[in-house]
């Protein structure tokens, strides 16, 4: 080979070598544009999932309060049929007239509407019994008197009582005094007229 021919190989190898010097600083530069992107994808997905943490702590937080409201008002409910039927069988109970209902109600409102009625009808009664008088404040009163008064009468009569047996056992006192009077006024006598005296020597 001649000195041109190896000139032309040297410049030939030079060009190649900057050709692929310039294909390797594009194909860097293009990895590295697409790690940023694929970094930016990351970044923004691993935002995403935070944001999806955060919601769902957010729910389930708001469903065991959507489920703690659930029960409370599940128990309320169940406390309140049962206070309903309770009421309505008392009702029932005191129910003397031939529109007594026969049986349990299962039906809350059937039970409502009943217990209803039946605090009308008492409401009815007791209006009136007020107007004839038949209660009142006054009849409470006087029924408060006729205690009072019965209370005042046996408490005199057990005084009285008291007295009768005081009496009594003063007299037997005094015939007990009077007794032991006659029997030291007989020892006086007695002793008197029995007493001897001795002979002179």
Known sequence: ATNGDLQAMVRQ????????????HQLSKQLQNE??????VIAEHQERLEKAK?????EEQQKETREDESKDAIRELGE???ATFNLYNRCRSTHMAESRPKQEAKDVLIGLR???ERFKDLEAIVRQAQAEGLIGEHKIREAVVDRQMVVTTRAAAGDG???????????????NNEAAKGTS???GNG????????PIQ
């Open 191 to 198: 002793s008197g007229s029995n007493l001897v005296q001795p």
């Open 13 to 24: 190898n030079i060009q190649d070598s900057e050709q692929s010097r310039l294909q390797l």
């Open 185 to 187: 006024q007989a020892l």
């Open 35 to 40: 790690v940023l992107v694929q970094s930016s």
């Open 114 to 116: 009943y217990i209803e």
């Open 161 to 175: 009582a008291a007295g009768k047996a005081g009496g009594a056992k003063g007299k037997a006192a005094g015939k």
């Open 80 to 82: 309140a049929r049962l």
């Open 54 to 58: 955060i919601e769902t702590v957010i």
